[in-house]
Structures are given as structure tokens and as C-alpha cells.
């Protein structure tokens, strides 16, 4: 996520990397998505849903040209790199010369100068990958470099804080089975609350603390050392994925069929804006991530019109999932995770189905918590590094991964409501990530350009956005959210 130049990676086809996308992009967000659209009514959800998946498009591709535009920068060094060899007419080079063509061996097959001369714009293409923290160091200055990162830490405190709780609450739900909402004489539609009996003397208050200390203690340990998602691993977490989604859409169109849908949402009730502002932001998250996506697709002449079919893909598919959500379900029994809507009987009478939908988030997100653990600790590895000096054993082996871990755990310990907690990291850090880094980097990057390249040079993978206009834009939306968001908040608190 973030960091300098790193290994491009295998290459894939754009349509693979269209799948990749849908995969990133759809995760955790989707299942607290049928609350909030029950909350806010169906057609402010719709309506904001359309509004900000555009919004995310179009900070997508200006992630893409600052991608385009780092590489070109990196690609002319390179070049003054190799003019200055040749008139010293020496065999030595420097070690920054040593690191940039190690970069670029790829890079170097083709000679940049005789494409030039044919017209060619190849120096922009999107070769070597250069992730957001390096691009933060080439365009801000040491005060943007720090707030970027700042952001990014505040983001996956955030993500990590609803794994946390995701899992323990799917846990609790699933295993207060004496009198929870496993219990065939129990709709799942009823209510409990924490205090609430789960088995023997034990509360689901209780229940659910007892797992939140046993995933930590399984997975916090996994913080302490390097991990990373296999390729089979990722395989697996994604089928299941879709199969949990393929038959919460087939079972919800299957009770609207029959008449049973219970569902009656408000067109509009503007409370709930606040929290399906920040669970969409959430769930369109996929610009920290895009150098890793974008770069090993092997052609990318027509990536920008991909990205938007993927969107439109995706609006369809969040669409779909919601409005049979608040239609077959009573907007006040829908969950925070809407998998656990059908652990009843009487929503599904096959056990092995409930269970599997259960316990679903628990088998994928358990998956990736020590992947966004590890990269939270490199982040903040990053932030205090200091050129030519490491870091004290204690404080590389233990201070990193604790400051890692015990935030998100105690937020997770204090509060299960997920809506909340998606929302809030969506309306605030996810809105820094989303909206205002995108929007300055392509402006630094474009003034970046210019400086180095002269005005009339074109970078090949430019937004179609490309007006200054559409940055300013951005960032007076981001500020408006960040302030009603804000004030929406204290409003609430208030009245409480």
C-alpha cells in the first residue's frame, strides 16, 4: 500500500484485472450496506450509491495518471542518469544510477529515445510499479508526505477495528444457539440485546468478548512477523465470497416471490445519510491498492473505459444486493451484517446453508486481518524511518506490532455496531483516501509534468477528468462531507 518501487509482479490480461478490481473493491463494506440503505430510504441510498461510485471513478483514473506520470519522471532520470555516463565516458555508476536500473531492467529493452522519435508516448506508460507512499515522496512536500501517511494509518486502525468485531459478533450470533436466533422456534428478525442470555450464565455481551480474546490471541500474534495472502488463498476466500452473495440474493428474490418480503423502506429519511455516506465511501475503497492492480495487466490501451464497465458492474451488483435486502427483510430487523439475517429457520431451513452464511465473514476476514495488520505496522515503520538509520530490535519486534494491535482491539472490545464503525471510517479517513490524496496527487503530478516535460507533452494515460475544474471539485466535496459528517455527529450526541 504504500512504500517505493516494487516488483511488478506476473502479468495478467485486462479482463482478469477487471475481476481482480470487482474482488477488491466488493469485501466487508457490501455487508453493511442493506442497513444503512434501510436507514436512509431506498431512493436517497440510490441516488447517493450513483453519485459516489462516479466520484470514485473518476478518482481512480487520477490515481492512474499520477501513476503514468511517476513512471514517466523515473523513466527521464533514468535517461539524464545514462547521458551523464556517457559524457564522463565512465563504466561507474552512482548508487542512485545502480538503483534505478535495477528498476528498470525491463524498462530498458526498449529504447525510449527511438520510440520518442516515432511519436510514440511510451514514456507514460504504466510499466514498473510505484506505490502510492513513493508517489506521495515524488509530488508532496515532507508536510503532504506525512498527512498521507497519517491517512492511511487512520484507515487501517479503521479496518482492522471492524475485522475485529466482525468476527466475534458472527461468532456470538451464530453460537447463542439456546436462545438466539438458531433456535427454530425464533424468527431471525428478532431483536437481542447485549445483556441478553447466550448460554448458561454467560451474556452475549460476554459471548462476544470471550471471542474477540480468543481472535486475538489466534491471529494478533501474526502482527509480530511478515505474512502474506497466497494466490490459492485468495482463490478460496473469493469463491466463497460469491457464493455467500449468490445465495443471500437467490433466498431474498425466492421470499419476495412468494409474498413474504416483510420490507416497506421510506423513499427518503436524510438521518441515515451521515452513516450511508461513509459505508459507500467504504465500499468503493480501492485507490490505495490500484499501482498493485493496474500495473501487471498487460495491455492497458483501453484501461480507463474497463475501469468504468467495473463500476458499473459493481453500482449493479450493490444495487441488487440492497434493494432485495430492505424489501425482503423489515428495515428494523436487517443486521449489521447481513449475512446473519439468515441464521432462522425461518428465513433458511437448511442448517449447513445458515451456518455457512454464519460463519462466512469469519473464514474471510480472518484471512486478511494479519494482512492489513502487517502492512498498518510497515506504514508506521515508514512514517519514523530516518535515511541510514534502523530501528532498536524492541522497537522493530515489539512496539510496531503492539501500537498495531491494541487500538483496533480495544475500539472492537468497547463496540460491535459495525454500521457505525464502517461509517466512521469511510466518512473520515475513507474520505481522505478516496477523495482528497487522488485529487492531489494528479495536480502535483500534472504541475510536476509540465515542469519536466514542457506544457504541451501528453500524458497517455490521463483522466478524462482532465480539467482543473474536476480537482477543485473533489476537494470542496470531500471538505462539504467531512463538515456535514461532522456536525451530523455532534447534532446526534446532542440530543443523546
Known amino acids: 500500500m504504500a512504500g517505493g518501487i516494487t516488483e511488478t509482479g506476473e502479468l495478467y490480461s485486462p479482463y482478469v484485472g477487471l475481476v481482480y478490481m470487482f474482488n477488491l473493491i466488493v ?6 450496506m442493506p442497513k444503512a440503505f434501510a436507514t436512509a430510504g431506498w431512493l436517497v441510498s440510490l441516488v447517493l450509491l450513483l453519485f459516489l461510485g462516479f466520484m470514485s471513478f473518476m478518482t481512480t483514473t487520477f490515481v492512474m495518471e499520477a501513476m503514468a506520470a511517476a513512471n514517466a519522471q523515473l523513466r527521464w532520470k533514468r535517461m539524464e542518469s545514462h547521458k551523464e555516463e556517457d559524457d564522463d565516458d565512465s563504466s561507474t555508476a552512482s548508487d542512485n544510477d545502480v538503483l534505478i536500473q535495477e528498476n528498470y531492467d525491463r524498462s530498458e529493452k526498449q529504447p525510449i529515445l527511438s520510440v520518442q522519435r ?4 511510451n514514456i507514460f506508460e504504466i510499466a514498473d510499479r510505484v506505490e502510492m507512499g513513493q508517489m506521495a515522496s515524488m509530488f508532496f512536500n515532507k508536510v503532504g508526505v506525512n498527512l498521507f501517511y497519517f491517512c492511511i494509518i487512520i484507515y487501517l486502525y479503521g ?7 466482525a468476527v466475534p459478533l458472527s461468532l456470538m450470533q451464530v453460537t447463542c444457539s439456546a436462545t438466539g436466533n438458531h433456535s427454530c422456534n425464533v424468527e431471525a428478525s428478532t431483536k437481542y440485546n447485549d445483556t441478553d442470555v447466550c ?25 509480530f512477523f511478515d505474512v502474506q495472502k497466497t494466490k490459492y488463498l485468495q482463490i478460496l476466500t473469493s469463491l466463497m465470497r460469491w457464493i455467500a452473495f449468490a445465495i443471500m440474493i437467490i433466498l431474498a428474490l425466492i421470499r419476495i416471490g412468494h409474498g413474504q418480503g416483510e420490507g416497506h423502506p421510506p423513499i427518503a429519511d436524510f438521518s441515515g445519510i451521515r452513516n450511508l455516506f461513509g459505508v459507500c465511501v467504504y465500499s468503493f475503497m480501492c485507490q490505495h491498492s490500484l499501482p498493485s492492480l493496474v500495473t501487471p495487466i498487460s495491455s492497458k490501451k483501453h484501461i480507463t473505459r474497463l475501469v468504468l464497465l467495473d463500476y458499473v458492474l459493481i453500482l449493479a451488483f450493490y444495487s441488487l444486493l440492497s434493494f432485495t435486502a430492505i424489501f425482503c427483510f423489515h428495515s428494523d430487523s436487517l443486521l449489521d451484517m447481513y449475512t446473519l439475517n439468515f441464521t432462522g429457520c425461518d428465513v433458511v431451513r437448511l442448517a449447513v446453508v445458515r451456518f455457512f452464511l454464519g ?9 486478511n486481518f494479519p494482512i492489513i495488520a502487517v502492512t498498518l505496522r510497515n506504514n508506521w515503520k515508514t512514517l519514523f524511518h530516518r535515511e541510514g538509520e534502523m530501528y532498536p530490535w524492541v522497537v522493530d519486534r515489539v512496539v510496531f506490532p503492539i501500537i498495531t494491535l491494541v487500538p483496533p482491539i480495544l475500539v472492537a472490545f468497547c463496540t460491535h455496531d459495525l454500521e457505525s464503525l464502517v461509517g466512521i471510517t469511510g466518512a473520515y479517513a475513507g474520505n481522505g483516501i478516496q477523495y482528497v490524496i487522488p485529487a492531489f496527487l494528479v495536480y502535483c503530478s500534472r504541475r510536476d509534468t509540465k515542469l519536466v516535460f514542457g506544457p504541451g507533452t501528453v500524458n497517455k494515460h490521463r483522466s478524462p477528468f482532465r480539467s482543473t475544474f474536476w480537482v477543485g471539485f473533489v476537494l470542496v466535496w470531500a471538505f462539504s462531507c467531512f463538515l456535514f459528517v461532522t456536525a451530523n455527529i455532534i447534532l446526534s450526541e446532542t440530543k443523546l
Open 199 to 223: 448460554w448458561g450464565p454467560i451474556r452475549r455481551i460476554d459471548a462476544y468478548r470471550i471471542y474477540l480474546a480468543v481472535f486475538t490471541l489466534l491471529l494478533g500474534p501474526f502482527t
Open 159 to 165: 479496518d482492522l477495528a471492524i475485522y475485529a468485531a
Open 118 to 121: 516515432h511519436g510514440s508516448p
Open 359 to 367: 460463519l462466512f465473514p469469519v473464514f474471510t476476514i480472518s484471512t
Open 27 to 32: 469485501g466487508t463494506g457490501a455487508l453493511t
